[in-house]
T-cell receptor, first 113, second 113 residues
Framework: GENVEQHPSTLSVQEGDSAVIKCTYS??????FPWYKQELGKRPQLIIDIRSNVGEKKDQRIAVTLNKTAKHFSLHITETQPEDSAVYFC????????????FGKGTSLLVTP | NAGVTQTPKFQVLKTGQSMTLQCAQDMNHNSMYWYRQDPGMGLRLIYY???????DKGEVPNGYNVSRLNKREFSLRLESAAPSQTSVYFC????????????FGQGTRLTVV
């Protein structure tokens, strides 16, 4: 089946540093790429998304970039804070599966004070 | 608005028992999905319903059945539970799939002994 690869699986940064998480996808028909944050024991919640007609999107400390030619997209968090500690998932839409989301395996981000 | 509501939140089953996980959304969304989440595996699609009256298999459908009861409700049934089905189950909905945000329920933590 189609794959979404996510790296790294764990990431530890000092408060105030930047964090970058990268994903690649294989379905060339994918056109929607959201990022979800999941805190321990909670549901995944959308933090930012990007569509295939856009190369970059920013929302305060969070930005996402998309390279459709290379089939990869990245999440950038600047000025990290301890409350950014969570598991982050990238996803790509699957047009042949009702546009359900195909998720990466997640990145556990730890921000230490 | 409650968003996406799942019941129950926790369940313990014995091998071979059956149960139905309930999911309802009050956002008038067309598309609904069932995912399972296992440690280190991300979220994997079990079944989806692109619109009322349709259901289709996802990545890991074996051992499960679904019913799209109406536009609001999408249930997941385990006919004969197995220990391999121990997982956290999330229901999600989106307006129509494509490039619209998927909203998740709070999850059901299922243990099969």
């Amino acid at each position: 089946g189609e794959n979404v690869e996510q790296h790294p699986s764990t990431l530890s940064v000092q408060e105030g540093d930047s964090a970058v998480i990268k994903c690649t996808y294989s379905d060339s028909a994918s056109n929607y790429f959201p990022w979800y944050k999941q805190e321990l024991g909670k549901r995944p919640q959308l933090i930012i998304d990007i569509r295939s007609n856009v190369g970059e999107k920013k929302d305060q400390r969070i930005a996402v970039t998309l390279n459709k030619t290379a089939k990869h997209f990245s999440l950038h968090i600047t000025e990290t804070q301890p409350e950014d500690s969570a598991v982050y998932f990238c996803a790509a839409s699957m047009p042949n599966s009702g546009y359900a989301l195909n998720f990466g395996k997640g990145t556990s981000l730890l921000v230490t004070p | 608005n409650a968003g996406v509501t799942q019941t129950p939140k926790f369940q313990v089953l014995k091998t071979g028992q059956s149960m139905t996980l309930q999911c309802a959304q009050d956002m008038n969304h067309n598309s609904m999905y069932w995912y399972r989440q296992d440690p280190g595996m991300g979220l994997r699609l079990i079944y989806y319903s692109a619109s009322e009256g349709t259901t289709d298999k996802g990545e890991v459908p074996n051992g499960y059945n679904v019913s799209r009861l109406n536009k609001r409700e999408f249930s997941l049934r385990l006919e004969s539970a197995a220990p391999s089905q121990t997982s956290v189950y999330f229901c999600a909905s989106s307006e129509w799939g494509g490039d619209t945000e998927a909203f998740f329920g709070q999850g059901t933590r299922l243990t099969v002994v």
